[in-house]
């Protein structure tokens, strides 16, 4: 069995629990897109694990776990996650690193910062971990990749000739200070030595493990409205979360993939700037934040906190294909009188079901809501959808109908017990 998880709002929807019950009965999870900019926080046997670019399967010792080259790689940040999982006991034996991934230079962290600050107050937001720039180089066809950082000659050759042109840039237009060629090739030419173990082709490894039949787990990383093409973009990631981003990141076909599951909060959260229709400034929005601890796990910034958008939950399973959704967080809920749920959106006098594909349209959208009734219950040890209150089950029910997608698993605590299947 082929399993796709993505995120089907704008990131932080809780994709590491989901991916780390999924990966219990994976065989090989893929890391497929993406940099350190995204994070799962993953609860594993009493203890709490903040996993930016190595797979949640690797909590699993017996679990091949693959990065594909639609992944960039900054080497200082995953050789620091390998340390700090081997202190905890964990082994990274089974991690394997596409030898085409491209790698996330010291230049790409520095013009990610002058190019933000330079924007001023058009700024992206980004997490200024050097993601954009490196996947602007890819896309430029002067990337470094990670077969290319193991050959010291050719890693070398082709950071001096990018650096002339990077130096030029960070100097010239932003003002900054020029990188030394000697630094960049004395700390990465370490970090070359000890990468090179983990280094092999993963699309061949992915392939072969699913005509072995055996269990294999895409994970993904970030949301569907950050997706560069589907998202509201500028406000994106610079790769495809989407599912079909999977088969670029991965090097596996479509038809290989059985399921494609969603995971989406039981509301709305999203981080930075860009307009967000449902977005909640009172004492509700607050209690979900608070409650729901939402803040980034990579960044620790404040999530903006609003209603579940049916609108949102409907792209995504159009351009996902959607299978199933996960939905997490339920009991964040508990408690709310009233529950609002997006059904559409007022726009210029007419009313649309159907993501905008533009900022300024988006900025004119306001929200149409429908009401139910919420619940008071404490819903955090039920084991069975039977077992929730009638207004939860009521609620998941008028999601599956709004959105043409059933439920599969409903989050109700952090814990990795605390999921309806």
Not at 406 to 416: E, F, N, T
Request: charged share 25%.
């Amino acid at each position: 069995m082929v399993k796709v998880v993505a995120g089907a709002q704008w990131g932080d929807e809780g994709k590491g629990k989901t991916i780390d019950i999924l990966a219990a009965k994976a065989q090989v999870v893929v890391r497929t897109q993406g940099g350190n900019n995204a994070g799962h926080t993953v609860i594993h046997d009493g203890n709490t694990y903040k996993l930016h670019l190595i797979p949640s399967g690797i909590l699993y010792p017996d679990t091949l776990c693959l990065i594909g080259y639609g992944v960039v790689v900054d080497p200082k940040v995953i050789l620091e996650e390998i340390d700090a999982l081997e202190n905890t006991g964990i082994k990274t034996d089974n991690l394997k690193i596409d030898k085409r991934a491209h790698v996330i230079m010291p230049y790409h962290l520095i013009l990610d910062e002058l190019q933000e600050k330079y924007r001023g107050g058009s700024d992206i937001g980004t997490t200024k971990k050097g993601i954009g720039p490196c996947y602007t180089d890819k896309a430029e066809r002067s990337g470094i990749r990670i077969c290319d950082l193991i050959d010291e000659k050719v890693f070398a050759a082709k950071t001096a000739e990018a650096l002339k042109l990077k130096n030029e840039i960070i100097t010239k237009v932003y003002g900054g200070t020029a990188l030394k060629l000697d630094d960049i090739l004395n700390e990465y030419g370490k970090y070359a030595k000890r990468i090179a173990k983990y280094v092999d082709d993963t699309s061949v490894l992915a392939y072969d493990a699913i005509k072995a039949g055996k269990e294999v787990l895409f994970e993904g990383a970030q949301g569907t409205l950050l997706d560069i093409d589907v998202g509201t973009y500028p406000y994106v990631t610079s790769s495809h979360p989407i599912t079909g981003g999977v088969c670029i990141g991965a090097g596996i076909g479509p038809t290989l993939i059985d399921s494609c599951i969603g995971v989406a909060k039981s509301y709305t959260t999203r981080v930075g700037k860009g307009p967000f229709p449902t977005e909640l400034f009172d004492e509700v929005g607050d209690r979900i934040r608070e409650l729901g601890k939402e803040y980034g796990t990579t960044t620790g910034r404040p999530r903006r906190c609003g209603w579940l958008d049916a609108v949102i939950l409907r792209l995504a399973v159009r351009v996902n294909g959607l299978t199933e959704i996960c939905l997490n967080k339920l009991d964040t809920l508990t408690g709310i009188p009233k529950l609002k749920i997006c059904v559409a959106y007022k726009f210029r006098g007419t009313t649309i079901e159907n993501f905008p594909a533009t900022l300024e349209e988006l900025a004119d959208c306001e929200p149409i809501y429908i009401e139910l009734d919420g619940w008071d219950e404490d819903i955090s040890k039920c084991k069975s959808r039977a077992e929730l209150p009638e207004n939860a089950k009521k609620y998941l029910a008028k999601i599956e109908e709004l959105i043409d997608c059933k439920i599969s698993m409903v989050g109700i605590g952090p814990a990795r017990d605390q999921n309806i299947e």
